[in-house]
Every structure is written in C-alpha cells, then in structure tokens.
C-alpha cells in the first residue's frame, strides 16, 4: 500500500510533505530518498527506514500538530478498499519548522506505514514552548532563574515566537557573542546580520537562513511576471510601513474614494503618489478583485493572514524584512505612498462605521509617524498638501482623545499656513479653529479664547453671519464661554445659530442637532426647565440617525443622565452604566469620553452609598494624571470628584436613622459647595 500525507493547499504556499510508498520511498517535500538495506542500523527495526536527517535535537513543543498527524494518520485499521495513497500537506511561513514537524514525526512512527490525509497551516510557536526552545538552544541551565526566564521571555516575543529565529538567536546566544539579557539590545542594532546568519547547530544543515526563506517566496512571485504579481509585491511593501496586525482592506477603497469625490484630487503630488493597484482602477465603480486577487497570492505563501473580517496580519519578522530589503529611495519612496494612501482612507462622514474605521487606523498612523523622525512633516517641502495630511491627522488623533499629538500637528500645521497662505486664507482658518478646539481639550482656555473671538469676527467679515462655518466658529466661541462661567453670553450666541442651523439645515441634521445639544447644557446650567426636553429629544434624534453606540449618541445619553441624576429620577444609574459599558466597548478603558462617563456613574454610586465608587474614582484620578497632568482642569476636577465620593460615602456609614432625608442631604451638599455645578460644567462638554 503506497501512503503519504497530503491534501489540496492554496497554490504557492511553501509546503512540506511527509509520504512513504510501498517501496519504503521516503519523501519530504521535493527531495526523494531510497532504502539502502544494506546500511546497517542498531537504533531501528524498519530496515528501509532512511530520511534526509534526524529531527533537531532541541526539537521543541508542536504537541498540536503530533496528535492531529497520529489521530489522521495512524487509524487503528484500515478497510482493505480504503488503502491508498493519501496526504497531509503542513503549510505556513518559511521558518516555522515545517520540516522538523516532518523528520519528528517520522522518526516517532519509524515503524508504521503511513495512511493520511488533512492539511495544517504551522504558525507561530506557543510563548511557552518558544522559551523552552530558546533556552535548549542557547545551552542555558536546566532550571533558569527569574531574570534569565525575563530575558528569555523578551527575546522570542522580539521574534514573534517564530522557530529558526529562535533557533539561531540561541546559538548567537550559546556561542558567546551576547547573553540573554543582551540579544534585544544587539538585535535592534544588527538586525539583518543577525537574521541572515547561517548557523549550523547539533548536526542540522537546514539551507536557508530566516531571510532567505521569504526571499525565495518572493522570487517565485516576482518570476510570475503578470500584474497580480506585482500588485502583490507592492502591497507587501506597504504592508510594511503599516502596524503589523489589523491592517483593514478597506484601506484601499476608501483612498480611491476619497480622490473620485474630488477631495485631493487635483493634486499631482496626491495623484502621483497612488499605489498602482489604485491607479488602474478605470471604471467609476470600485473594483474589488485585482486587489483580492494580490492579497490571496500573498496569502497563498503564507506571507500574510487575512482573516474573515478582511484583516491583513504579517508576521513581525517578515514585517521588518520587507522595509530591511529596500534601498534608502526606495524605503522613502514607499513610505511616502503608504502615507499618502493611508491619509487619504481617512474618512469625513461621521456614522459608527465610519468612527470605527478612523479607530482602527491609529496603530498604522503611528507606526508612518514613528517611521521619519519629523513625522508627517518629513513632507512639508510639497507644502499645502504635507499641512492637509497634517490637519486629517490631528483630527484622527483628538477622536480617540489623544489630545497631545493632535496638539502637537495643528500648531505646526497652523505657523506653517500662516507663512505660506496668510492669516485669513479659508484653510489657515480651518486650522486655526481646530486648534481652538484642542486648546480646549488640554486645559489651555486663557489662549483659546482670544482665538476663538478673533476667528469669529474674521469668519463673519470674509463669509458672513449665517455661513456654516461661521455658525461652527460661533458655537465654540460658546463652548468657551461656558467654561469661564460666561452662561449668558454663551446663550446670546447659540440661540440664533440653533435658529439658523433649523432654517438652513432642518431639525434633524447632525450639524442642528449638535447646536441643539450645546444649548440644552447651557439651559441646564442657567435652571430652565426646557433644557430636559431638549436633551431627550437629541438623544431619540441621534440614536435614530447615528446609532445607539455612536460617539454623539453617548455624549447625548450621558449628558441626559446627568441631568436625571440631578432630579433624583432612578432612570439615570441604568443610563450611565450602559454608556460607561459602550464607552469601554467602543473606545477604551483610558479614552477621556470614557473616564468622564465613569466619573458620573462614581458620584452617582457613592450618592446611593455603594462603596465601588471610591475605586472607580481612584482609577480616574490616577489616568487624569498620566494623560493630562496634575494641574490639568480635568484632573483636578477628577480630584474634587474623589473628595466629594469620600465625604458622601463617609455620609451613608454613619447609619439612615441619622439621615432621614438622604437624597435630600446630597442635594444640599451639591449647592453648599457648588460641585455639581463645576461637574455639570465640565462633564457636559461633549459637543
């Protein structure tokens, strides 16, 4: 009966092959070895047993992969019309130890004739295993310390777990050019020396180094001479300028989208800085599959993972590889264009998926800006179209509340329209107003409000009372004078833009809707009554029109919470804790909108005497201070938040036959020392 292992794998992908026919041909990939009888052997029974080497002595872990082989390959019987040749292909990155997999296996089950099917993708080794290995490589002791653990650990995560990287660290670590502790530090040094050695360790002579495995991968991709071929190499080298995990697919989509709707489009540097998968998109509707086509070549070599939700993942080592392999113009060259594509993806419409979206592409605007030591501005010789990418940026960057980088961009972005358009050009305003807007977020009031005033006043001159953007400059011109205790001037001005935003736009766009939001808080503060309705019918409007877990939808919901809380109305606990909940889910533990959402459910527990208040409070306390500062308003607002939760926990311990009136003893705590009032002010300010 002839045997072997194998099912159908997509083409391309490197693969190793177990097979033994009924000659005792052995076969192991492409490479055939025939029986010599006449080689004596005193470890085997099997006299025909002969393969290409023994597995490595440090063989490690694959425990997975053994049981899946012997349950599939080895049945306790076969029916005499089910013998024949079958396989079982094992697939994945070059260096993921195929082909150990292969010799362990058949040394293992020496003695049995093979009967198999079924196919296994190998990845990354286990973090355990990867240690175990690093450490049997590197001829560590059997029973390391905790530092040579640490060390260990840090190593094989530096390279992604993967098994010949590891295999040739230890024996750079086992020959004495470095220790444990020290590999990292060599590594981020000597990376491509370390990665292309050759290293010949306990009698294995594997052929290829690490790089040389995708080397070959990709020369077999660039010999297909077609043009998916080449679109594959193209996206594999953005790919590499991108974060390695996580990079959406819709990427590309919505770059092109972006240029068709006219944005960017009339710029030549814009144009000529598309990827060609991009620019030979002639029809007027998205064509998906020359980009499916590249990205299924790329993954039929196992140099990419794409998983349902169309999510490329690389492999950290190959990741680094890609940029490593490129000629200093050619590393500029593509990570201009990845800049540049990625920019442009960034979508302006504000539905969920489109948050989202934005969301999911602040790991890959970090890993381009950490690229170039100036960042975006590495591009500020093209001029207007380096400050565009530079302002979308920013705008990504203050959505998931990282207010320092957004700040960082628009003041540069800001000086640099100031010299090169003039003060009053339409986009140095544009700027200028989001830089209030930051300015706002970081605590930096006494400079926003000048500014503000002086847009206001330039915005009505060049565009005139009722323009959009006018109305846009005079509601944070609001905003601000809210937060100088300024309620009725902050009044004066939104009501006629709410008037204005109805007549233009209707009641329900999210521009009036906005407007509306902003002066129902201002109602709030000033006592009228009118503001709850006002917030109730936001909240209805935007969950309609945005979605229930939509930024804008939450700001709304959590500022109509507030003001139940204040009325002593039991809906509101249910309200803060499922925006808090959405808030974790959407945006994360640490984003302000979320720390400021578990602020109001803290004092709203410790006014119902549950004592997970104070813990909730500490830990807003304590990332105010990390993020903002200690003399940030936020954070010493977070401060008196965590004196006001002490003191009424305090309260409740002392027993309700003392407080016969509890809801009513917080109420006249909140008037006697004004802090709800400060907390209304500047928790309500989502807007």
């Not at 010599?36 to 490690?60: A, G, K, L």
């Not at 286990?126 to 590197?138: F, N, Q, W, Y």
């Not at 009722?466 to 004078?481: D, F, G, K, M, V």
Request: net charge neutral; aromatic share 6%; hydrophobic share 35%.
């Amino acid at each position: 009966m002839a045997t072997s292992a194998s099912t159908a794998v997509p083409a391309g992908h490197k693969a190793e092959e177990f097979r033994v026919d009924g000659h005792g041909q052995v076969q192991i990939g492409d490479r055939h070895y025939h029986p010599n009888p006449t080689t004596p052997t005193t470890r085997f029974h099997n006299e025909y047993y002969e393969i290409p080497r023994d597995p490595s002595p440090v063989f490690t872990g694959r425990e997975e992969i053994g049981k899946l082989l012997e349950a599939r390959c080895l049945p306790s019987s076969v029916p005499e019309n089910q013998r024949q040749q079958r396989r079982f292909v094992i697939y994945g990155l070059g260096g993921s130890g195929k082909t150990q997999v292969c010799l362990k296996f058949a040394e293992d089950h020496r003695e049995k004739i093979h009967a198999t099917v079924g196919s296994y993708e190998l990845g990354a080794m286990t973090t355990d295993d990867a240690v175990t290995l690093i450490l049997k490589t590197s001829g560590s002791p059997d029973l390391p310390d905790r530092p040579t653990l640490e060390a260990a650990t840090s190593v094989v995560l530096t390279l992604g777990c993967l098994a010949l990287a590891i295999t040739h660290a230890g024996a750079v670590i086992r020959q004495g050019y470095c220790a444990m502790g020290e590999y990292c530090a060599l590594y981020s040094r000597r990376r491509k020396e370390l990665l292309n050695r050759k290293v010949i360790q306990g009698g294995e002579d594997y052929q290829y180094t690490v790089l040389t495995t995708w080397e070959v991968s990709r020369k077999m991709i660039e010999e297909m001479s077609s043009t998916t071929g080449q679109d594959a190499l193209d996206l594999l080298q953005i790919f590499g300028f991108l974060h390695y995990e996580g990079i959406p697919e819709d990427l590309f989509h919505r770059a092109w989208c972006t240029l068709q709707k006219g944005e960017r489009s009339e710029s030549e540097w814009f144009l000529s800085h598309r990827p060609k998968i991009i620019q030979r998109q002639s029809s007027p509707e998205w064509d998906i599959f020359p980009l499916r086509e590249a990205i299924s070549l790329l993954q039929s070599f196992s140099l990419i993972h794409r998983n349902q939700k169309h999510l490329i993942s690389i492999h950290p080592l190959v990741h680094t590889w890609v940029r490593d392999r490129l000629s200093p113009s050619d590393e500029e060259m593509i990570w201009t264009q990845t800049t540049s594509t990625l920019v442009l993806s960034i979508p302006r419409d504000m539905q969920t998926a489109d948050y989202r979206f934005r969301q999911s592409l602040v790991p890959h605007i970090d890993a381009c800006m950490a690229f170039q030591k100036d960042g975006i501005f590495f591009l500020q010789g093209i001029g207007q179209d380096c400050q565009w990418m530079a302002s979308r940026l920013s705008g990504v960057y203050h959505e998931v509340g990282r207010y320092q980088e957004a700040l960082q961009l628009m003041e540069r972005t800001v000086e640099a329209e100031k010299k090169t358009l003039g003060d009053e050009h339409p986009d140095t305003l544009s700027s200028i107003h989001n830089l209030v807007t930051v300015y706002t977020q970081v605590g930096r009031r006494e400079e926003a409000l000048p500014l503000s005033e002086r847009l206001v006043e330039i915005r009505k001159r060049t565009l005139g009372d009722e323009h959009p953007n006018t109305l846009l400059s005079i509601q944070r011109l609001a905003y601000i004078y809210c937060l100088f205790n300024r309620y009725q001037d902050a009044l004066n001005l939104l009501e006629p833009v709410v008037e204005a935003r109805k007549r233009t736009l209707g009641d329900k766009h999210p521009d009036t809707l906005k407007a509306i939001h902003n002066l129902a808080i201002i109602y709030s503060e000033l006592g009228r009554q009118e503001a709850l309705q006002l917030m109730e019918g936001v909240v209805e409007a935007r969950k309609r029109t945005l979605g229930d877990e939509h930024p804008d939808t939450l700001d709304a919901i959590h500022n109509l919470a507030i003001s139940y809380s204040e009325l002593g109305r039991q809906e509101a606990l249910p309200l803060m804790e499922g925006v808090v909940e959405a808030r974790k889910r959407t945006q994360g533990d640490k984003h302000p909108r979320t720390l400021k959402a578990i602020q109001s459910l803290a004092l709203r527990y410790s006014e119902l005497g549950r004592q997970e208040a104070l813990q909730l409070m500490e830990g807003v306390v304590e990332a105010r201070k990390r993020t903002l500062g200690d003399e940030h308003p936020g954070t010493l607002l977070a401060l008196r938040g965590l004196t006001y939760v002490k003191e009424t926990l305090e309260c409740s311990t002392e027993g309700h036959q003392q407080r016969p009136n509890p809801e009513q003893e917080v109420q006249d705590r909140r008037r006697k020392d004004g802090f709800r009032s400060s907390l209304t002010r500047l928790w309500k300010k989502h807007r």
